[in-house]
């Protein structure tokens, strides 16, 4: 029923900020990244984000979905799923089209829900732009 890529798991990833590490500055990567450390700095990542209990991250995050369960004081959006677990402390305002937040999690910011659009939207918006370009230029 379900492909093996399909479930995600924290133990698979591509980039990995350890424990006792503390990084400066932003970080733009593909595919998934884990931090264990203290990061100070923009996250932008065409994949997955997992910050461990541990961790804390000062500055925006930007990914697809985001599994919080450190410390982070800044914005987050996430175009699928903010996970919050029951030891997350988020300080910032959240941009995402689905959130979980588990008992325990600490939130204080502003929520906007995104709607996913399916591809005929897309296809239909698309059209649009062309034709009233294509309307202009007659």
Aim: one cysteine or more; a positive charge.
């Amino acid at each position: 029923m379900f492909d093996k890529k399909d479930i995600k798991s924290p133990d698979k990833f591509d980039t990995l900020i350890g424990k006792n590490t503390t990084f400066q500055g932003n970080i733009k990567t593909e595919g998934t990244i884990r931090i264990d450390g203290k990061v100070q700095g923009e996250l932008k990542v065409n994949g997955d984000v997992y910050i461990g209990k541990d961790s804390e991250i000062i500055g925006n995050v930007f990914a697809n979905d985001v599994f919080l369960s450190g410390k982070v004081e800044g914005n987050i959006e996430a175009n699928g799923l903010l996970n919050a677990l029951p030891t997350a402390k988020l300080y910032g305002d959240i941009l995402v089209q689905n959130l979980i937040t588990s008992e325990g999690s600490v939130f204080e910011g502003k929520c906007k829900m995104i709607e996913k659009q399916d591809n005929d939207s897309k296809k239909n918006s698309q059209k649009k732009t062309k034709n009233t370009v294509s309307s202009e230029k007659k």
